[in-house]
């Protein structure tokens, strides 16, 4: 993942992707259900996971067979059903004309996270493709668990520092980016904690007041609140 861009950035916006940028708060199970098989195989697979039985590697590997067979081209034209919250593509853009490198970490696929304009770093799980044929395998990039390694990379990539660097998720995995940011905005938090650790909470109707909300940070750093430490 190329980082030398970060060296001509005023400002670093560090963005989780699903349930964040997008109304769908995972693409894996989106496609699941797009392909008819949430009911009789998400689900389980969820359950084993969420019970322990299973690490994510496997979570992943039961997920990724699902998708075995179709093409690229299938896969990302389901992908770009997903609907995108309202002035997503605003916000991206007026971050990135006023200096902010924006990079994407996400514990979703690549093959949705690619479709998002204005980023200059994409951080994500890669569905593996023989030809043009979705093999059925993942390789796992960013687990759920896994943000918080790749926001210590990036900050320290970033020479203006941590106090330059917005964070924007919607997660319980997005805490620990929020508490390595200088500022953090949560966009329809899907838990009571994710909203604590946020500086700003949104309700996710739409992505356009966090263009202000930012440049009112810059202008005056101490609307940053005191995080819950959980």
Partial sequence: MPMNQLHDADWLVISDVDGTLTQVTS?????????????????VNLREYCAGRIDYVEFARRDSLAYAGLSRTELSAMVSEIPRRIEMDY?????????????LVSSGLDILVDQIQWASIRVSNRLIFQGDYCTG?????????????????????FPAGRNRVIAIGDSRGDIPVFRMAGFAIAVAPTHPD??????????G???????????????????RKSRNPR
């Fill in 91 to 103: 916000m991206l853009r007026t971050l990135h004309d006023s200096n902010c490198s924006i990079a």
């Fill in 137 to 157: 395998e993942t390789e796992i990039h960013v687990p759920i668990d896994g943000k918080a390694d790749w926001t210590e990379r990036l900050i320290q990539s």
């Fill in 194 to 203: 994710v909203a604590a650790a946020a500086d700003v909470v949104l309700d």
């Fill in 205 to 223: 109707s739409t992505l356009a007041p966090i263009p202000a909300w930012i440049e009112t940070f810059k202008a005056t750093p101490s609307i």
């Fill in 27 to 43: 693409v894996w199970e989106y496609l699941h259900k797009r392909l008819g098989k949430w009911d009789d195989e998400g689900v």
